[in-house]
């Protein structure tokens, strides 16, 4: 076991606020503009949540995703100007999630497009989460504008136009296999199946422009393969093997499900092999890591990406991050047990917290310790120790105070929108029930 006891170095240095300063800069990949793809393929970025795709077809337009409800779609429609002509022939879904499905009426106006989409989507569940403890949320909706600084895939998650999904409209067609080669007015293309965030994502690959608009199997960010919002692991050997056909390719020009395209079959054929190359890296290390009967704790500690890999573009962590990818990964291959028996029925929180309390002399001098812990730097170990107390003292306001000072300086130097978002918002609402409690 590499578990040390002792101290260990704090996370960050206390005056060290990088991590939130790089997040903030990869917010430009959100602002809002129309990008010219290819000949006659535009991206509207940044107006939504995700990203729409325009591709101009013979007396009409097709159309790839459709942002996430109506009021988006406008911006959008308005934005594309006299690019987009009517009748829209075919609206095609790259896969089920809200922020991508939810404003196709308004690209359809009066026309009766095609729907297309995988077969899967129609059985798909809306990614939306199971894990809002504790007020936590991973998008950060309820942020206060000057504690907001994105939402990982997109500036702003339904904080100004919620994910109403009513301008849904349901598929149309539908293909069950790996892929589908059709014409749409003119324009060849191929739906590939390309399981990733989403199992049902459909890669639409425009072969006589070399365009690939990838939906959500590659962003710029290091993916969120074991997101902290209360999901399953997204299927990690199937991402790679998407990734391995996207590259087969030979794109010259990505639309990713969000974030600014890309353009150069040099740029595209790096983007789309360091990705496959960093999360099959991060998949090999922890299947190995498994077989030699390493714990996740272990794993998170030895498993990073080679230096090449560290230092690209597309593998930073604002989304998803290597360390969740490592302990999802291991509950997907081999449960959620670390192979030390201590932990087969380990006790529970409180009669640990009693425990623990007691050997520190009682729940004040605990206090002691967290606030000096808080006031070192090491917010982590201080939220730790305010947890053990109130595991005891529910009601303990002081307690609640020191984890709510924890949070925050641990949520503002992330780098990871989304553990930002969820210390943040999980302070927040601890505050605010503090404070409820104190006026009752
Ligand atoms: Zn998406």
Do not use: C
């Amino acid at each position: 076991m590499a578990t040390t006891l002792g101290m260990t170095a704090p996370a960050f240095a206390a005056d060290d606020f990088s991590g939130r300063d790089r997040l903030r800069a990869h917010s430009q990949e959100f602002r809002k503009r129309v990008e010219k793809v290819s000949e006659g393929v535009y991206a509207a970025i940044g107006y939504s949540a995700s990203n729409v795709t325009l591709i101009q077809a013979e007396g009409g337009s097709i159309i790839v995703d459709t942002s996430a409800n109506p009021v988006d779609a406008k911006a959008i429609v308005e934005a594309f100007g006299d690019r987009m002509t009517h009748p829209v022939h075919a609206i095609i879904y790259t896969h089920n999630h809200p922020d991508h499905t939810g404003g196709a009426t308004v690209f359809a106006g009066g026309d009766k497009p095609r729907i297309y989409s995988h077969k899967l989507l129609v059985t798909a569940k809306p990614d939306i989460g199971r894990g809002r403890r504790d007020g936590g949320d991973a998008f950060g909706i309820a942020l206060p504008d000057d504690q907001f600084v994105n939402a990982g895939t997109q500036l702003e998650y339904g904080r100004v136009t919620p994910h109403t999904r009513e301008g849904f409209l349901p598929p149309t067609q539908t293909f069950d296999g790996e892929e589908e080669s059709l014409t749409i007015a003119g324009v060849p293309m191929q739906l590939i199946l390309t399981p990733s965030e989403a199992d049902e994502n459909v890669s639409v690959w425009l072969p006589d422009r070399k365009v690939l608009i990838a939906g959500d199997v590659f962003l710029k960010t290091f993916p969120n393969i074991a997101p902290l919002r209360g999901l399953p692991t997204r299927p990690v050997e199937k991402w790679i093997a998407s990734l391995d056909k996207l590259i087969a390719l030979n794109a010259d020009f990505i639309v990713p499900g969000h974030m600014g395209t890309i353009s150069g079959a040099d740029e595209a054929k790096d983007a789309l092999t360091s990705y496959r190359d960093g999360i099959k890296f991060v998949y090999d290390k922890t299947m190995e890591g498994i077989s030699k009967g390493k714990t996740p704790d272990e794993l998170v500690q030895e498993i990073n990406l080679p230096a090449e890999l560290r230092q690209h573009p597309y593998l930073q962590e604002y989304y998803g991050t290597v360390a969740w990818a490592v302990r999802g990964i291991y509950s997907q291959n081999a449960g959620w047990f670390d192979g030390n028996p201590t932990h087969i029925f380990p006790l529970t929180d409180k009669e640990r917290a009693a425990k623990l309390v007691a050997m520190a002399g009682g729940p004040a001098k605990m206090m002691e310790h967290a606030q000096a812990s808080l006031s070192d730097g090491e917010f982590q170990w201080a939220a730790e120790q305010a947890d053990y107390v109130i595991a005891l003292e529910p009601q303990n306001g002081a307690a609640m105070m020191i984890k709510i000072r924890a949070l925050r300086e641990l949520g503002g130097r992330q780098m990871n929108a989304t553990a930002r978002n969820y210390y943040l918002t999980v302070a927040q609402s601890l505050e605010n029930g503090a404070q409820d409690s104190r006026s009752k």
